[in-house]
């Protein structure tokens, strides 16, 4: 393949996942959600967090390392503030300092 069909085949390829990712937001945009897909969605964030870190500890050598010191001083913080504050944001920002603070002093 030339140059020039990469480039066509990025481009289209950039474009579907663009009207993949963008399409859902546009259309629904002006319409307000059930009350169920809302409830549903809010706990989306702790779920996608929780799927990392299991598979993570189920099987290690898929991601070619165990679990690092700075990972679990991030768990070890963030779980006590997303039960305290119920908070996705302050969680988030509170483990991943306590994460970059291990990685740093380590």
């Avoid at 990025?10 to 009207?19: E, S």
């Avoid at 996608?48 to 913080?77: F, H, K, M, Q, Y």
């Avoid at 908070?87 to 380590?106: K, Q």
Wanted: aromatic share 8%.
């Amino acid at each position: 393949m030339s140059a020039v069909s990469w480039f066509g085949v990025v481009f289209v390829l950039g474009g579907a996942t663009y009207a993949m990712r963008a399409g859902p937001i546009l259309v629904l945009a002006d319409r307000e959600l059930p009350a169920a897909a809302v409830r549903l969605l809010r706990n989306v964030g702790a779920a996608v967090l929780s799927a990392l870190v299991v598979t993570l500890i189920a099987d290690p050598g898929a991601a070619n390392r165990g679990i690092t010191v700075a990972e679990v001083a991030g768990l070890v913080v963030a779980i006590p503030v997303a039960y305290r504050t119920r908070n996705l944001l302050i969680t988030l920002a509170a483990g991943m300092a306590a994460f970059w603070l291990a990685l740093w002093l380590s």
